[in-house]
């Protein structure tokens, strides 16, 4: 039994579905506004949160962290309202729910229930036409967005103050970082601003000496000043160590003195590695040096050869490679004459190897290493009679101690400008320290004894490091730590001093007693960083002759104090010291 | 009537269920489906407007008792039997008395006693003398051959009487020596009782109690309403009649072909299956239970003048219609529950698909 046009077949459904779609919204705006406050507090904790989920880089802007925080809140906020949102929409009416909501808001019963349930089975009986016909009758004109108006979102305003002291609160918390409380507690002070800027001339100091280093005379040079060697090797480490004086720097400058400190320490580590390169490189050249041309007696050995060893290597192999050629020196060479060659180029080859390492940074072979080769098949080669082999792979020995040389030189040059920085990086230390002792300090007395004196110099350098420092309160310290260094050889050189004593606060907190030095001792002590050993000598700055053996015996003490800088446990900042100071003493050639 | 639109063919075709289909020729079969749905629509108003003539006429001699007048009405256009229960006084008889004034056809009234014999109920036969002088045994019918019986304080009679009645209510027919005799058509009793004496009564068995499609509970009138009885100085003029037996019929026609949504017809299945696992009950309604509910259910929606069953018509009549078919246990009285309140509770529990 057809109960109308066909329009009218399905105008039942129709309007129940657009119903249906209306109340899906409805019941997803209405959880949204009953659980709201899941919303709002998956921001309050997910914008605390923000120092774990989305921590500042050192570099970034103090404010970033406000900023950070407030999109974890809102991106919590929203992906829980979204939640709620689909959610309540998937909680919406069934197509026989809109029906019925239909019914009760046209305040009837069951007329349109019953009448798209009817439309739905189907059905011709009388009765069931009766039935849709009045369904239909109830939805025709039916103003589906005013029967079911959206529930508003608007909170009331005991709500939004609720919410928004929750937010600010949250926001605040997700805000919070600890170098910018500390650095509105503690500003930079201006010791630190002054240290940090000269570190920051000293790395661009540094940056520019790493420039030219490349030699462009040389026929592989190619552009930026690196050589292909450099390019084989790969990125060296000073410019690394260039970023990170900068960074702690800017660290410093802003406030972030744990970073600052942390980013000293990796620069103090990366440097003393760096540093002792080229200390390594030129006891590698002395030791074939010395194993082709053994020294003698006499003139130019020790000191003398010390001071150019990689020369005399280069110039040795070149020698060596030449009388080769010679037929003179054919002629009269004896059979022990070629053994003892034989011998002095295993033993280079031997120290060429040690000093060459396994491999180069990028898996290549080291200079050193195929220095060593090309002795070896030298070695060979004279082994067998054929001299102008030989002589061929000394002259290729020669040119990789040349290249050793001048990456040698290279390390030597960036060394100065590393211990520069250094130095500087110690000072800004210094400065940090300082400032968060003053801090710590502030109305408590110091503790901790001086660890001694430097009462060292010698010959045209008299002198002796000297501090007295007794740790009080606050700005007391800055002068315990002046004694503290003075202690350890930056101290006045001009100055006589005299015995340490007082006491400074130190990190460590640790008590020591002064010593007073009367004969040659050897104390270890802590001076905050870790053991150190400093030896009195008693005797040395009286102003007496140097002893008839010093100039043979200092190459020994040269050996000792480019093994002592390499020490990781000599502060990178001192060793310039240490180097001025035993430069200071090198024999002078008569 | 006859000449009543709801009268003519197509209605009665109409109610009965059946589609109209029959012809061959489209345009004939559109006239004939739209005069089909103008009867349906005619005989629901019909119906409507009995159903209102007898709520009206019987309000107007029973005061404050609105809920058991609906419900006796809507018993009466269901088909099925109602059991009063009240505190002496009430107007339980009253009810009845009028209801039969109201309807027309022949209306009893059983007084049970405890020595009531079946045979007071159902009638018997006597040996009479035939017109030739001889001895003959003839059928003389009880009490029970009316259109509307009152059975006053059923719960008097011994259960065998009971049973007597009840067979009769379920299945309209007595058998008598063997032969069994159709009640009149339409057939409705209101069975009394009352709660209050409990010595020397019966009280009905749960099974005989499902006989009843209803059962209303008659309350104390309010304040307004005694004031109002009080003030009444006469009895009440006897209504005439308002309906005959046959409109009633086809009016309880018209009822039984409201079609209810499958939604319905499951909320009401729903419902009667909640009875049995809400607490403190012993056991549930039955079956009979939702045919009951759906068939009050239908008379309601008429009443109304909808052409459909809602689920609201069910929620209705629930109480009246499940309270005696529920068995509770002694847990639901230490509880403080009743059947009513356990029907509620079950109408709370019933969510609607």
């Given at each position: 039994m057809s109960d109308g046009p066909v329009s009218e077949q399905q105008a039942v459904t129709k309007a129940v579905t657009s119903v249906r779609t209306r109340l899906a919204r409805v019941a997803g705006r209405a959880l949204l506004r009953r659980r709201g406050w899941w919303a709002l507090g998956a921001a309050a904790i997910l914008a605390p949160l923000r120092p774990f989920l989305w921590p500042l880089r050192d570099e970034a802007p103090l404010y970033l962290g406000l900023v950070r925080a407030g999109i974890l809140a809102g991106v919590g906020f929203a992906c829980v309202a979204s939640a709620l949102v689909l959610v309540g929409r998937r909680r919406g009416p069934s197509a026989l729910g809109a029906a019925r909501a239909i019914d009760d808001a046209l305040d009837l019963r069951e007329v349109v229930g019953s009448g798209f349930a009817f439309e739905s089975a189907g059905g011709d009986e009388a009765f069931v036409v009766l039935a849709r016909r009045r369904a239909i009758a109830a939805v025709k004109g039916l103003d589906v967005d005013a029967a079911f108006p959206l529930p508003s979102l608007a909170p009331t305003r005991k709500r939004l103050a609720q919410a928004s002291i929750g937010v600010a609160a949250a926001l605040i918390l997700g805000a919070y970082d600890p170098v910018l409380a500390s650095a509105l507690i503690a500003p930079p002070t201006e010791d630190e601003r002054a240290a940090a800027a000269d570190l920051d001339t000293a790395a661009q100091a540094l940056a520019a000496a790493l420039a030219p280093t490349a030699d462009p005379k040389r026929p592989d040079a190619?552009?930026?000043?690196?050589?292909?060697?450099?390019?084989?090797?790969?990125?060296?480490?000073?410019?690394?160590?260039?970023?990170?004086?900068?960074?702690?720097?800017?660290?410093a400058r802003r406030g972030d003195r744990q970073g600052a400190l942390g980013k000293l320490d990796s620069l103090r580590t990366d440097g003393q590695k760096q540093a002792t390169r080229a200390a390594d490189l030129k006891a590698a050249l002395r030791q074939i040096a010395d194993a082709l041309d053994?020294?003698?007696?006499?003139?130019?050995?020790?000191?003398?050869?010390?001071?150019?060893?990689?020369?005399?290597?280069?110039?040795?192999?070149?020698?060596?490679?030449?009388?080769?050629?010679?037929?003179?020196?054919?002629?009269?060479?004896?059979?022990?004459?070629?053994?003892?060659?034989?011998?002095?180029?295993?033993?280079?080859?031997?120290?060429?190897?040690?000093?060459?390492?396994?491999?180069?940074?990028?898996?290549?072979?080291?200079?050193?290493?195929?220095?060593?080769?090309?002795?070896?098949?030298?070695?060979?080669?004279?082994?067998?009679?054929?001299?102008?082999?030989?002589?061929?792979?000394?002259?290729?020995?020669?040119?990789?101690?040349?290249?050793?040389?001048?990456?040698?030189?290279?390390?030597?040059?960036?060394?100065?400008?590393?211990?520069?920085?250094?130095?500087?990086?110690?000072?800004?230390?210094?400065?940090?320290?300082?400032?968060?002792?003053?801090?710590?300090?502030?109305?408590?007395?110091?503790?901790?004894?001086?660890?001694?004196?430097?009462?060292?110099?010698?010959?045209?350098?008299?002198?002796?490091?000297?501090?007295?420092?007794?740790?009080?309160?606050?700005?007391?310290?800055?002068?315990?730590?002046?004694?503290?260094?003075?202690?350890?050889?930056?101290?006045?050189?001009?100055?006589?001093?005299?015995?340490?004593?007082?006491?400074?606060?130190?990190?460590?907190?640790?008590?020591?007693?002064?010593?007073?030095?009367?004969?040659?001792?050897?104390?270890?002590?802590?001076?905050?960083?870790?053991?150190?050993?400093?030896?009195?000598?008693?005797?040395?700055?009286?102003?007496?002759?140097?002893?008839?053996?010093?100039?043979?015996?200092?190459?020994?003490?040269?050996?000792?104090?480019?093994?002592?800088?390499?020490?990781?446990r000599i502060p990178a900042a001192r060793r310039a010291a240490v180097r001025k100071y035993f430069q200071s003493i090198r024999p002078v050639d008569p | 009537m006859t000449n009543e639109p709801w009268a003519s063919t197509p209605v009665l075709r109409v109610v009965g269920g059946s589609s109209v289909k029959d012809t061959k020729d489209p345009k004939e079969s559109k006239d004939a489906s739209e005069a089909a749905i103008e009867a349906a629509e005619a005989a629901l108003l019909h119906a409507k407007k009995v159903g209102e003539r007898l709520?009206?006429?019987?309000?107007?001699?029973?005061?404050?008792?609105?809920?058991?007048?609906?419900?006796?009405?809507?018993?009466?256009?269901?088909?099925?039997?109602?059991?009063?229960?009240?505190?002496?006084?009430?107007?339980?008889?009253?009810?009845v008395r009028t209801l039969s004034k109201l309807v027309g056809g022949s209306f009893s009234r059983i007084q049970f006693t405890p020595d009531l014999m079946p045979s007071d109920i159902v009638g018997t036969s006597l040996v009479v003398t035939t017109a030739s002088g001889g001895k003959d045994l003839a059928y003389r019918p009880g009490p029970i051959f009316a259109n509307l019986i009152l059975a006053d304080e059923i719960n008097r009679a011994t259960p065998k009487t009971q049973s007597a009645l009840l067979e009769a209510m379920a299945e309209r027919t007595v058998s008598v020596e063997g032969q069994p005799r159709d009640l009149p058509s339409p057939f409705f009793v209101l069975a009394t009782e009352n709660p209050i004496e409990m010595e020397g009564v019966f009280p009905l068995p749960e099974a005989q109690l499902d006989r009843f499609l209803m059962k209303l509970i008659v309350k104390m009138p309010d304040l307004e309403t005694l004031t109002r009885i009080g003030a009444r100085a006469e009895e009440p003029k006897p209504p005439?009649?308002?309906?005959?037996?046959?409109?009633?019929?086809?009016?309880?026609?018209?009822?039984?072909?409201?079609?209810?949504?499958?939604?319905?017809?499951?909320?009401?299945?729903?419902?009667?299956?909640?009875?049995?696992?809400?607490?403190g009950v012993r056991y549930g309604a039955g079956p009979r239970a939702a045919q009951a509910l759906m068939s009050c259910a239908r008379a309601r929606a008429v009443l109304d003048g909808r052409a459909a069953v809602a689920i609201d018509d069910v929620k209705a009549v629930a109480g009246d219609v499940l309270r005696h078919r529920l068995g509770l246990r002694f847990e639901a009285e230490a509880l403080g529950l009743d059947a009513d309140k356990i029907i509620l509770q079950a109408i709370a529990h019933t969510k609607v698909e």
């Open positions: 190619p552009r930026g000043g690196q050589t292909k060697d450099d390019e084989r090797k790969g990125p060296r480490g000073a410019p690394r160590l260039v970023e990170k004086a900068r960074e702690a720097a800017k660290a053994p020294p003698k007696s006499g003139a130019r050995s020790g000191a003398a050869r010390a001071l150019d060893p990689s020369a005399k290597a280069a110039d040795s192999m070149r020698l060596l490679a030449k009388k080769m050629r010679s037929a003179e020196e054919a002629a009269s060479e004896t059979k022990e004459s070629q053994e003892r060659t034989l011998e002095r180029l295993n033993r280079a080859g031997e120290e060429a190897r040690k000093a060459g390492g396994e491999k180069g940074e990028n898996g290549e072979k080291s200079d050193g290493k195929s220095a060593a080769e090309s002795l070896s098949r030298a070695a060979e080669a004279l082994s067998k009679g054929d001299r102008e082999a030989a002589a061929k792979m000394l002259d290729q020995a020669a040119e990789r101690a040349d290249s050793l040389e001048r990456e040698r030189a290279e390390a030597s040059a960036e060394a100065e400008a590393i211990a520069e920085m250094l130095e500087k990086s110690g000072i800004l230390e210094e400065a940090i320290e300082m400032a968060m002792l003053g801090r710590e300090g502030q109305g408590k007395p110091g503790e901790g004894l001086a660890m001694g004196e430097g009462n060292g110099g010698e010959g045209d350098k008299p002198g002796k490091g000297s501090g007295k420092g007794a740790g009080k309160k606050g700005l007391d310290l800055r002068r315990a730590l002046a004694s503290r260094l003075a202690a350890i050889g930056f101290g006045d050189e001009s100055g006589t001093g005299t015995d340490g004593e007082g006491s400074i606060p130190d990190r460590h907190r640790t008590k020591r007693e002064a010593l007073e030095v009367k004969s040659s001792v050897r104390a270890p002590s802590e001076v905050g960083e870790g053991e150190r050993a400093i030896q009195a000598i008693q005797g040395l700055g009286k102003g007496s002759e140097p002893q008839a053996g010093y100039r043979e015996v200092f190459p020994s003490y040269d050996a000792a104090v480019e093994e002592g800088l390499a020490d990781e | 709520r009206a006429e019987l309000g107007a001699v029973i005061f404050g008792q609105d809920d058991v007048i609906t419900g006796v009405v809507v018993a009466l256009l269901a088909g099925g039997h109602v059991l009063l229960e009240g505190a002496p006084g009430l107007g339980k008889t009253q009810i005439s009649a308002v309906t005959f037996p046959d409109e009633l019929l086809q009016v309880q026609a018209a009822v039984r072909s409201l079609p209810s949504a499958l939604h319905v017809q499951r909320y009401a299945a729903k419902l009667t299956l909640a009875t049995h696992t809400e607490k």
